[in-house]
């Protein structure tokens, strides 16, 4: 079993006594072995833990300075048996100065410490009062004496080379501040930050510390790790809530409960394998630092594990999505459907501006992509005040259309008031299989195609004739398996589809019925979005339904959304987006059937890349595109075999 780049951490907020480091060590080192065994690499606990963070002017106490100092020296030792890396927060006095530190420890050794940065002195914070700032001291002291030993201090970063691990920390305020440490040790290699905090709750608080935790990992492109101070603190002013956070690029993986009266520690796992690709392609990341601009320098300070860390799928904590296009939460469905609506017609309302087009032809089917594309055709008419009868909706009936789809189609166009043209193609696919010798009877590929280019042919000239503009129809998901005619419904003169993958079609078309479409158009919607997907270019069954399928003959649309999304956006390697697969899909399909369709999505993506090389223009609305002129530059004869090989390995 690999590791597949999961970096299992943990987040907790434990019972304290205010002013009892024995207790408080007490409560940590439970929660530490906790951690170990659910075989949590790093654990974050909140400020100034060991002996709480309200114990104000005993801070000045020299009793209690010299028992936290005892009781980080006696956790490391009660703690040596454990992997687990640890981060506990006490006060400590450094040249006659006292400084807010961050502790790491692990198998009984204090790995390095690091002091808080900024200090907050606003308010109900008076830290100012007792604290100095790390930042200098920083700069002339790389170690102090601990236990008769030397340890790293300062501006550290904890490297683990064989898992890629580049863990930094700062603390509470730190991430409040206008340029937070976390930036300065993200742009220095740091793809995890913990934050040992003791933020008080108020009024709407853990929404905005919930969003500076979001933000900030997305701005370091890192996993974020952040631990609340929690009830037990002194409630004299303030009242602390427990508050546990784990994000990772802007996506807040798992939060806490507030207000708990037991010590609290949350899982989950951190991808430093998708935080490098995203590293990777972000150059404005990679273009930002500059040492001779001032930016700190961290020294590195190494550690290890004492065994192999696996990722195994029936114990992941992080949840992984089967449908990774579409928001998990159904509130932000509706929310991303009409974004992704008005890019479209936006992007549609500036060609035909440009073209000084007063008209549009459409081919529809009576399946769900034209079906998108007529009612963001109709949305762009109303935007730009052009009458709906200027748009040319064409169905073409052929070989393989049933009456399902054809009335599918005659119904949505009557609802919509738009210009309806019907045109069987039949007579002219005959006569062009008699000009190129092909049977009738042989229901190949070339059946199929000429039927294809047949219908682009006519809306092609149709828009020659009213001087408009085909829009195109097919999907992001077509693109990426090629499921398209080359020259065919390939082909358009604005594909306002292009970046919706398949399975956000249907949520997009069903936002339109329930948000924007009148009734009688909303019945024709909803008849739609129940009509299996197929190109309906083999003759139907006996009893006149569709045959030919393409989820029966290309796979699962589901299944090709996720291996493009992962494939693309990440660049995963098959294996480790086959493991991901198996977790999304393990009650849906068994994994054999999934690495059969994943390796013909690779055969399929490559080999079918001309088509890509040679699309017309369309807006982009997701994170993925295949524009051959954006995101997706690829060479058309490039060789699938050692994908393919990745997984036949297993």
């Not at 890396?85 to 410490?113: D, F, H, K, M, T």
């Not at 996993?223 to 807040?252: K, M, P, Q, R, W």
């Not at 999505?321 to 579409?326: G, I, N, R, T």
């Not at 158009?521 to 270019?537: A, G, M, N």
């Amino acid at each position: 079993m690999e590791n597949f780049g999961f970096i299992r951490v943990a987040s907790a907020s434990p019972r304290l006594k205010v002013a009892n480091t024995d207790y408080n060590i007490a409560e940590i080192e439970k929660l530490m072995r906790e951690a170990a065994e659910k075989n949590a690499c790093i654990i974050v606990f909140p400020e100034l833990c060991i002996t709480g963070y309200t114990c104000n002017d005993l801070f000045l106490q020299r009793r209690l300075l010299e028992k936290a100092k005892s009781a980080l020296i006696e956790l490391a030792h009660k703690t040596q048996d454990l992997d687990v890396l640890a981060l506990v927060g006490l006060p400590l006095s450094i040249e006659g100065r006292l400084y807010n530190c961050a502790a790491a420890v692990q198998r009984g050794q204090i790995l390095g410490i690091v002091p808080k940065m900024f200090l907050p002195n606003y308010k109900e914070f008076y830290e100012k009062r007792w604290f100095t700032s790390g930042y200098k001291i920083s700069k002339t002291v790389s170690e102090i004496l601990f236990n008769d030993r030397a340890v790293p201090f300062g501006n550290l970063l904890f490297r683990n080379e064989k898992y890629d691990i580049t863990l930094g920390a700062e603390i509470c305020e730190d991430l409040w501040a206008i340029v937070p440490p976390s930036s300065y040790l993200a742009l220095s290699g740091a793809n995890i930050i913990a934050n040992l905090s003791a933020s008080n709750e108020l009024v709407a608080k853990a929404e905005y510390r919930r969003k500076l935790v979001e933000q900030q990992s997305a701005r370091c492109i890192s996993g974020y790790i952040y631990s609340g101070a929690g009830v037990h603190e002194s409630t004299t002013d303030l009242v602390f809530g427990g508050h546990c956070l784990i994000a990772e690029n802007g996506i807040i993986l798992e939060e806490s409960e507030r207000f708990n009266r037991v010590s609290v520690i949350i899982y989950s796992e951190i991808d430093v394998d998708r935080l490098a690709s995203e590293r990777h392609s972000n150059k404005s990341f990679a273009d930002d630092y500059d040492m001779e601009a001032g930016r700190r320098m961290y020294r590195m300070v190494e550690f290890g594990f004492s065994k192999e860390l696996l990722a195994d799928a029936d114990s992941l904590n992080r949840k992984i999505h089967p449908h990774p296009f579409v928001p998990a939460d159904p509130a932000s469905v509706d929310k991303r459907c009409e974004e992704i609506f008005n890019i479209q017609t936006a992007g549609l309302a500036k060609r035909l501006e440009h073209t000084a087009s007063k008209k549009a032809v459409v081919g529809i089917s009576g399946g769900l992509d034209s079906t998108l594309a007529l009612l963001v055709t109709v949305k762009t008419f109303d935007l730009l005040g052009i009458s709906r009868q200027n748009i040319q909706a064409a169905t073409m009936p052929g070989f393989g259309t049933t009456d399902m789809t054809y009335y599918n189609a005659i119904d949505l166009m009557k609802s919509l008031g738009v210009g309806i043209r019907e045109i069987d193609i039949r007579p002219a696919c005959l006569q062009h299989m008699k000009d190129i010798g092909q049977d009738p009877g042989d229901h190949d590929t070339t059946y199929e195609n000429l039927q294809a280019r047949e219908r682009t042919q006519i809306l092609m000239d149709i828009a020659n004739k009213v001087n408009g503009l085909v829009v195109g129809t097919g999907d992001l998901s077509e693109l990426a398996l090629g499921w398209a005619t080359y020259n065919g419904d390939h082909m358009s003169m604005y594909s306002v589809n292009c970046g919706v993958p398949k399975t956000l079609v249907r949520f997009l078309v069903k936002w339109v019925a329930d948000n924007v479409a009148e009734e009688n158009t909303r019945k024709v919607l909803y008849r739609i979005i129940d009509t299996p997907i197929s190109p309906e270019l083999l003759p139907p069954d006996e009893q006149g339904r569709i045959r030919q399928k393409t989820e029966d003959e290309v796979g699962p649309y589901e299944l090709h959304d996720f291996f493009l999304f992962y494939a693309a956006r990440y660049g995963m390697t098959p294996r480790k987006i086959l493991f991901l697969a198996t977790i999304a899909f393990k009650d849906k399909y068994e994994p054999e059937v999934i690495k059969k369709w994943l390796k013909i999505f690779y055969r399929r993506f490559f080999a079918q890349q001309f088509k890509r090389s040679a699309l017309p223009d369309g807006p982009k609305v997701g994170s993925i595109s295949l524009s051959p002129r954006g995101d997706w530059r690829m060479p058309s004869d490039a060789d699938s075999s050692i994908w393919i090989k990745d997984l036949e390995d297993i």
